[in-house]
């Protein structure tokens, strides 16, 4: 059984979506302020948080940021806010999907769900696998990467994006492709979204990411990676 900790300050919206994620099986854990949120992830295991932004002790943007500093668990951000801008700027610090209130909260569980077929499936290398002299390696076993031998805080979906494009090195893929094989087919999102997630990870993994020595845009059309497998 799944474990989804809702993270909502309006009552009725939090009990209408626990409601619906226990009819559908999951364990629900439940907090209306970002405070206690970080402390029911420091004491409690969760397999995925519904985080809304409008919290009235802090932004969830900067719980957001704050679980990413230690933690990989998949973010399904809700937000009233409707523009392009906030729905990217939710991806770059760490969400795996971002909902529009209002919502039909059989949305929420079936994005739930599609996360957690996404974050569960394992595309694995080697056990361990070094590029360029040992800057970056990644360690399919304990779904860890690392530059200079310091672990890299990746989303779910970062990790396995890299996956995907480390495994297949000089393929081509289109972000349609990447979309399909990272985000899942049911994925109905600007398959941009894809350049986010790249730009996140460039950030991450790069010495420079202006000049990215690992995965390089095929222009017009998608990526690649490049990495000296060593």
Not at 34 to 49: H, I, K, N, P, T
Not at 106 to 111: L, P
Not at 145 to 160: A, D, M, Q, R, W
């Amino acid at each position: 059984m799944k474990t989804v900790l809702v993270v909502e300050d309006e009552d009725k919206i939090r009990d209408v979506v626990i409601s619906y994620l226990k009819k559908e099986g999951f364990k629900t854990l439940e907090a209306a302020t970002g405070s206690y949120a970080l402390e029911v992830l420091r004491s409690s295991l969760v397999d995925l948080v519904i985080l809304d932004l409008m919290l009235p002790d802090m932004d969830g943007e900067q719980v957001c940021v704050s679980i990413r500093k230690t933690n990989s668990i998949p973010i399904l951000m809700l937000s009233a806010k409707m523009s392009d801008n906030n729905r990217i700027k939710g991806l770059s610090i760490g969400a795996d999907d971002y909902l529009i209130k209002p919502f039909d909260p059989r949305e929420v569980v079936a994005r739930v769900r599609a996360i957690l077929r996404r974050t569960d499936d394992s595309q694995l290398l080697a056990d361990r696998s070094s590029y360029n002299h040992g800057h970056l390696e990644i360690d399919s076993l304990k779904q860890m990467v690392f530059c200079h031998g310091e672990p890299i805080s990746l989303t779910p979906n970062e990790y396995k994006l890299l996956l995907m494009l480390a495994k297949y090195p000089q393929r081509h893929f289109t972000r349609n492709e990447l979309v399909d094989k990272v985000l899942g087919y049911d994925f109905e999102g600007d398959v941009r979204t894809i350049d986010q997630h790249v730009k996140n990870i460039r950030y991450k993994i790069e010495p420079d990411p202006k000049n990215p020595l690992y995965i390089r845009t095929v222009y017009g059309s998608g990526y690649r990676f490049d990495g000296s497998g060593i």
